[in-house]
């Protein structure tokens, strides 16, 4: 055990591995945030439509040679966020449909781009899968972060922190009953809007570490396990909180530990704690 | 007495297809407007507009003078959505007091107070903590109405506030609108399946059906011909 624990000594004197940890748990604090929301907004999707546009976005900003990839991918999710919710209330093409149009129109035109640059680039076709499964499923390597990446994702945890906080009880009146908010005056197209940019931005600050297929799951499960035992909006947000920090730390740790790639270590930690939680509120039904 | 909404040849329905129409209409101060009607008559479709969650497809709907959107309280039919949402009482209570916020990010202290007072009156005080998925459809149906109250100032709008309440529910249900429109002036304008309260508790009718079939006073209403063809069909009590 004690040899465990001197690896992790080790580890941790190294930059890049504390530097990961500061991201992974920025990240999994702002991604747990808005899961509860999207749950039952019924925007599970949007979340996973949003991160393949993400992966497009990303392979224009490779072909363009873009030294920072976020100039280009930050704005074009945005954009599609707000598309994605204003197709929600069209009834031409319907929401779901939209949503899986989108994300598997960025996913097909992102791996093409990504194969095309690199034949004019002269690289050979190994390379491009590597890149496309580390930006699929995240680096499998956590110590790549620079010291800049580490900062925007510190600027970044902050702004989507600051935001939820002071939009925390409009966040849950247009989540709870959107058309009782709009109906009394308030504006729930606007809160809305800030809801899509948010996530927006969540899915972009965590591309690079746990890949964008990942981050639904980061999005997401932490929320469903909460809901699984705790019976208020603001104790379901603080456990998914709580939750996703552990799994993150833990996922980190092991994946130092046991070489695995940090994305899917992290999102199984997730999906233990949810079966822990179902099996929990299953039991705590049964007793009463 | 002020009037404070005015219908003018609004007409209601869904792309291509008129539900209602040539709706005319005034509701004034202190009114308590009953809108009766047999289903997809395009009752609640009115109410949604009226609210703006849906544009009329012609006419005008305006909101005089004294009253504005902030000002207004709103039950709505459950949706699917809210019967699984974790979420406590007093949580779902105070977010009725939102449109009272403004900018401000957080709730006062008189809001708080105000969702206090307004679970007491519907008597769901003990519920406060317990988790709003957990409750009886008539409990559900209290915590949104007390909702409704703590958003309404000057007008309250409601959807069929009845549905799933047993008799007795239903009666104290309303009596609490009763007094709410006499007691605190609060304008009332409902939607409705029961004649009988109809009848009984409003000052006006609306009743639609295509398109306006009737719209007056409630003694007016008894004794026009479109009034007693539906009392008698839905077993409506004439003589109280």
Redesign the interface.
Known sequence: MSEVFDKLHMYFQLPSVRYAMIVGLLIALCSSLLGVTLVMKRFSFIGDGLSHVAFGAMAVATITGITNNMLIIMPVTIISAVLLLRTGQNTKIKGDAAVAMISVGALALGYMLMNIASQKGGRTSSNVSADVCSTLFGSTSILTLSPADVWICIVMSVIVVTVFLVFYNKIFAVTFDENFAKATGVRSDMYNLLIAVVIAVIIVIAMNFVGSLLISALIIFPALSAMRLFKSFRSVIICSVVISLICAGLGIIVSILAGTPVGSTIVTADITVFFIFSLLSFITKKGR | MSILLRCENVSLGY?GSVVTKDLNFTVSSGDYLCIVGENGSGKSTLI?AL???KPQLSGNITFCGEV???????L?QQ?M??RD????V???V???C??R?GLR???SREEKKLAKDMMKRLEITDLE???YR?LSGGQQQRVLLA??LC?ARKMI?LDEPITGLDPKAANEMYELIAGLNQKDGITVIMVSHDMNAAVRYATHILHVGGKQLFFGTKEDYMTSKTGQAFLSVMGGDEDE
């Open positions: 792309e949604k609210l703006g969650l504005s959107k902030n000002e207004i309280g709103y709505p949706t959505v809210q949402f974790p979420a406590s007093q949580e779902i105070l977010s009725g939102m449109n916020c990010p957080f709730y903590k317990r988790c957990e909702r409704a958003s709008l």
